[in-house]
């Protein structure tokens, strides 16, 4: 308790009052090189604009160099992009335009083997299946259709089928004789030659 002093135990001519502040903040700053403002303000550097060189072109000039400039950049993106075009197939505008390899699709087999290729996750977006319904509105649409295709394309290849086994000659079957052996060295004769 010895160390810390109070208010009172300070002596009279080192307490500072509300007069003393005013006076301290009254006062002004001393400058360090004797000059009006301190080095690198604003305004020393306004003040010092004949540092910067004096615009020698005119605005024509400095407009059709601009021009110049921005024709030049826009002539290197254009080559960029003619180099990603030759390296690139635009396969959307060739489903666009209803060519494959420069050859026309086939929109039948084109659907089939889409309806194949998408994968069971994307399925359940595209109308789901029966197992994995999810009878969302629209969706269902979507499924029932999906089911009728199925239906319907199954119908055809029994059809064919049928088709290909009405058509197809038929041998006539051939009656086997049974063979019956006395002996046993006769069935093992003929079981040998067979």
Not at 16 to 24: P, Y
Not at 35 to 42: K, M, W
């Amino acid at each position: 308790m010895d160390d810390h002093r109070g208010v009172e135990d300070t002596p009279m001519s080192q307490r500072l009052t509300n007069d003393d502040f005013r006076k301290l903040l009254m006062t002004p700053r001393s400058t360090p090189s004797g000059g009006a403002h301190p080095s690198g303000s604003v305004r020393e550097a306004m003040a010092n604009s004949g540092s910067m060189p004096p615009p020698t072109e005119n605005k024509g000039e400095l407009r059709r160099k601009k021009k110049s400039y921005y024709a030049a950049l826009k002539k290197q993106e254009d080559t960029k992009l003619a180099e990603l075009a030759e390296k690139y197939r635009d396969r959307a505008r060739e489903r666009r335009d209803g060519l494959q390899d420069g050859n026309p699709l086939d929109p039948i087999s084109n659907t089939s083997s889409a309806y194949r290729a998408v994968a069971p996750d994307e399925s359940k977006y595209l109308g789901g299946d029966m197992e994995h319904t999810h009878l969302v509105k629209g969706l269902d649409y979507a499924l029932l259709q999906k089911v009728r295709s199925e239906i319907q394309t199954r119908e055809q290849e029994q059809e064919a089928e049928m088709e290909r086994l009405v058509t197809e000659p038929v041998e006539p079957v051939k009656e086997k004789k049974e063979v019956v052996f006395k002996t046993t060295v006769a069935k093992n004769i003929y079981n040998m030659i067979k």
